[in-house]
């Protein structure tokens, strides 16, 4: 004899008021990003285009309890956003609320994470790893990569991109490409006297390599009118300054800045 469990029923209730909680949750959301600022939009469009760059594999905030948090995340804002409008009502606004700065500040963070897994799971990259250096300073992320001895950015005296260092550099584009932050690109050499053709010296040549990586960063997808300043330090910001003919002195660094930074006087 067969038996039949009856389920008490009862139960569709609940699907409804599930229904009409997310329908809620929409709303609230589509009116939140009516009444954001341009920064608060371009912030929040970032993230949900570009889901790799954060960490859970693509997954965003919408796995798992995600939506609950997003949902707590977006309340926490506006309530910033509200806290900020009362209490700055008579002064002109200054920059961004301390909220969206760590937003963008997390959008940095994991594109770090992402160019760090990168290298470390590519067989070609790996070999770099050393020469690739990444913090998170007042002014953005600072992304520098140095020479090492027998493995120099680019061929002796020029500004040719040597074939392995093109590599590392693709990849650094790659994920630049992916932000809406401005980007300030810098050449830097060591302190060893150069004297090229046509009086060319330290100066013009980190002028030249922070140009030739420039140009690599538009022809990987990084959108020229991001690029806000190129420029050659020489020798004069070395990294390491107790050893001024040290090969990591020899680099280029991108400064992916905040979004709503000012700008920059040095």
Excluded: C
Aim: hydrophobic share 35%; aromatic share 8%.
């Amino acid at each position: 004899m067969a038996y039949v469990v009856h389920h008490g029923g009862g139960g569709a209730w609940k699907v409804a008021y599930a229904d009409f909680v997310t329908a809620m949750m929409a709303l609230f959301i589509v009116l939140w990003l009516l009444n954001s600022s341009e920064q608060t939009k371009a912030a929040v469009a970032a993230y949900f285009n570009n889901p790799s760059i954060f960490p859970g594999e693509g997954r965003g905030f919408l796995s798992s309890d995600g939506a609950i948090q997003l949902h707590e995340r977006l309340q926490e804002i506006q309530q910033q956003q509200q806290s900020q409008e009362t209490s700055q009502s008579d002064a002109p606004e200054v920059g961004v609320s301390r909220e969206m700065m760590d937003l963008d500040k997390q959008f940095l963070l994991n594109s770090a994470q992402e160019l760090e897994r990168m290298i470390q799971n590519s067989p070609q990259l790996k070999e770099f790893e050393g020469q690739v250096s990444m913090e998170l300073t007042s002014e953005g992320l600072r992304i520098q990569i140095h020479d090492e001895e027998f493995r120099p950015l680019f061929d002796l005296g020029s500004d040719q991109l040597s074939s392995d260092s093109r590599k590392l550099l693709d990849a650094v584009a790659g994920v630049l490409s992916k932000l809406p932050n401005p980007v300030v690109v810098e050449g830097h050499t060591d302190s060893r006297p150069f004297q090229g053709n046509n009086g060319i010296t330290n100066w013009e040549l980190s002028s030249e390599r922070a140009n030739a990586a420039r140009r690599l960063l538009e022809d990987n997808g990084v959108d020229p009118t991001r690029i806000t300043r190129v420029v050659g330090f020489a020798d004069r910001k070395p990294l390491d300054p107790e050893k001024p003919f040290s090969d990591r002195n020899r680099r280029i660094s991108f400064i992916v800045r905040y979004q709503n930074s000012e700008p920059m006087n040095q």
